[in-house]
């Protein structure tokens, strides 16, 4: 099973949340990504923090899946059973092409009214003001999963089962500190199940992974594919 994080999508310009100076456009520069996706910040200022989503999104809109998720994509064809749980919400994996990705932490393309728990698409909500309302009487938050907020229960049993038993675990592009996503290496690693971290810098993981590759993932990742299946990616 594959296990990516937000440095998957940094190829593609995305922010990832923990590496200084990513944050850097001039609005968003002074605040702490982590503080601002917790409830509380929802809670406290929800006009900054669906500003924040909204302009985040727009970065979504904006990006390109790069080299990495297109391989990742081609992986899932090679070995349709192979799990991809991710932690990002960017969508950029299904507009690569992958089916079936296990979204861990919400979507940020879909929103949610805070009085009637619907969803809907993004595109269908009018930002004339920050936060938007809903027409429940609510507000429009992103469909995210912030910290203090339980992650959707079937992402969970999903990925606790293929961490549970896949052969092989792949830990992608991130920092391995949030849980309960950063448990299922742990987990894999419990079953004897070999593990191969993708990353560039240290994690808490890496000492633990059986294999380390030290590169970016849009780099490692092709590579590492038309190694192991040459003649599927000739
Ligand atoms: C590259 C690269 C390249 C760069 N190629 N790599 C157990 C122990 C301790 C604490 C807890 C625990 N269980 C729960 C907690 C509390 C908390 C938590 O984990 N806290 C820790 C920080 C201490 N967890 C929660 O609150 C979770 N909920 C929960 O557990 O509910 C149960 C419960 C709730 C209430 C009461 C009782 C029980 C929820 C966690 C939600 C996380 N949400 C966010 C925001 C999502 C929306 C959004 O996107 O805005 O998810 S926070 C943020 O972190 C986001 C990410 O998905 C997540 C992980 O970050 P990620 O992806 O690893 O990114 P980075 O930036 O950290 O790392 C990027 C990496 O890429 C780096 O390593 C780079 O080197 C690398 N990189 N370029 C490859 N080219």
């Given at each position: 099973?594959?296990?990516?994080?937000?440095?998957?999508?940094?190829?593609?310009?995305?922010?990832t949340?923990?590496?200084?100076?990513?944050?850097n456009?001039?609005?968003?520069?002074?605040?702490?990504?982590?503080?601002?996706?917790?409830?509380?910040?929802?809670?406290?200022?929800?006009?900054?923090?669906?500003?924040?989503?909204?302009?985040?999104?727009?970065?979504?809109?904006d990006a390109?899946?790069?080299p990495?998720?297109?391989?990742?994509?081609?992986?899932?064809?090679?070995?349709?059973?192979?799990?991809?749980?991710?932690?990002?919400?960017d969508?950029?994996?299904q507009?690569a092409?992958?089916?079936?990705?296990?979204?861990?932490?919400?979507?940020?393309?879909?929103?949610?009214?805070?009085?009637?728990?619907?969803?809907?698409?993004?595109?269908?909500?009018?930002?004339?003001?920050?936060?938007?309302r809903?027409?429940?009487?609510?507000?429009w938050?992103?469909d995210?999963?912030?910290?203090?907020?339980?992650?959707?229960?079937?992402?969970?049993?999903?990925?606790?089962?293929?961490?549970?038993?896949?052969?092989?675990?792949?830990?992608?592009?991130?920092?391995?500190?949030?849980?309960?996503?950063?448990?299922?290496?742990?987990?894999?690693?419990?079953?004897?199940?070999?593990?191969?971290?993708?990353?560039?810098?240290?994690?808490?993981?890496?000492?633990?992974a059986?294999?380390?590759i030290?590169?970016?993932?849009?780099?490692?990742?092709?590579?590492?594919i038309?190694?192991a299946?040459?003649?599927?990616?000739?």
């Amino acid at each position: 099973m594959l296990m990516t994080g937000a440095g998957i999508s940094a190829e593609s310009g995305i922010s990832t949340f923990r590496d200084p100076n990513t944050n850097n456009h001039p609005l968003w520069s002074r605040y702490d990504p982590m503080e601002l996706a917790h409830i509380d910040a929802f809670h406290r200022d929800p006009e900054l923090v669906t500003r924040w989503y909204h302009w985040r999104f727009g970065a979504c809109k904006d990006a390109r899946p790069n080299p990495g998720h297109e391989a990742i994509a081609r992986l899932q064809q090679i070995l349709p059973a192979m799990t991809l749980s991710t932690q990002n919400v960017d969508g950029l994996h299904q507009r690569a092409g992958s089916t079936d990705v296990i979204e861990l932490h919400g979507c940020i393309l879909r929103w949610k009214c805070t009085q009637s728990d619907e969803r809907t698409s993004i595109e269908q909500i009018s930002f004339d003001s920050f936060p938007p309302r809903s027409p429940a009487g609510g507000l429009w938050r992103p469909d995210v999963v912030w910290f203090g907020e339980m992650l959707p229960e079937l992402a969970i049993e999903r990925t606790q089962a293929a961490a549970t038993s896949c052969d092989l675990f792949f830990s992608i592009g991130t920092s391995s500190v949030v849980y309960p996503a950063a448990g299922y290496f742990d987990l894999a690693r419990s079953q004897g199940t070999p593990t191969i971290e993708i990353n560039p810098d240290a994690t808490p993981a890496s000492e633990y992974a059986d294999v380390v590759i030290r590169s970016p993932a849009g780099e490692a990742l092709p590579e590492l594919i038309a190694a192991a299946f040459p003649e599927e990616t000739s």
